[in-house]
């Protein structure tokens, strides 16, 4: 009897160490899965993450860009209403930027001033809009073959640059004129368009009339 007893706590035994191995072999697995799993989920939940601000950012990159169209849109546009018209300057700008504009709704109305805006530098326009385009009253020359427009509301002036030397032309008897008393936008009678001043020569206090073909 004690010998069938000592029998079958050897086979306990026995039977031990062949269940206890497998019991333990589960008990890795289950750890290994469960690491896996949180390794898994950590990976998971970085790819989410770069996802969602890849997302993010090209969520912000589209809606700048939109606010940049719809900041070139809306300054052409009102150019456009105003019916305005690009002075050109090879001197400066060589774009539709940085650059001044005059403005007739009806160049046929003799009566109808001519007014006159600069349109501030590309990057301004792109984040400013319309709030880059400004009406000038003054223009003033000077002997560097500069321009200098002020503001109609006072914040300030901008300086463009134009023919100097032997090339100025009408340019060098801009003393403080002011744009809309003193030039209109006249339409030729072959076609096109002129700027015509009338100007003051300071050397005898005469006033004379100047075209300038620059549209």
């Known amino acids: 009897m004690l ?16 269940v206890l191995p497998v019991a333990m072999s589960q008990s890795g697995s289950s750890k290994n899965l469960q690491e896996s799993a949180r390794e898994s989920a950590q990976a998971l939940g970085g790819t989410i993450n770069r996802l969602v601000g890849s997302l993010v950012e090209t969520g912000r990159r589209e809606r700048a860009k939109y606010q940049e169209n719809s900041n070139f849109s809306a300054v052409f546009k009102e150019l456009d209403d105003k019916n305005c018209q690009l002075v050109q300057n090879p001197a400066g700008s060589r774009d539709d930027f940085h650059a001044l504009y005059a403005c007739k709704k009806n160049k046929k109305d003799k009566n109808e001033k001519t007014s006159f805006y600069y349109l501030g530098a590309r990057d301004s326009v792109k984040e400013m809009g319309r709030g ?21 509301d006072g914040s300030g ?12 032309g009408g340019w060098t008897y801009f003393n ?18 002129d700027l015509r001043c009338e100007l003051v020569d300071s050397s005898n206090n005469k006033a004379f009339y100047y075209n300038f073909a620059i549209f």
């Not at 000038?136 to 321009?147: M, P």
Request: aromatic share 8%; proline share 0%; hydrophobic share 40%.
């Open 157 to 168: 002036r901008i300086s463009i640059s134009v023919a100097k030397g032997e090339e100025k």
């Open 176 to 193: 403080n004129v002011n744009l809309s008393d003193k030039c209109q936008i006249e339409t030729k009678m072959l076609g096109g368009d």
């Open 3 to 18: 010998f069938i007893v000592k029998a079958l706590l050897g086979a306990a035994t026995i039977g031990g160490g062949v």
């Open 132 to 152: 880059s385009l400004k009406e000038i009253t003054t223009a003033e020359y000077s002997d560097d073959g500069q321009v200098f427009f002020n503001f109609k």
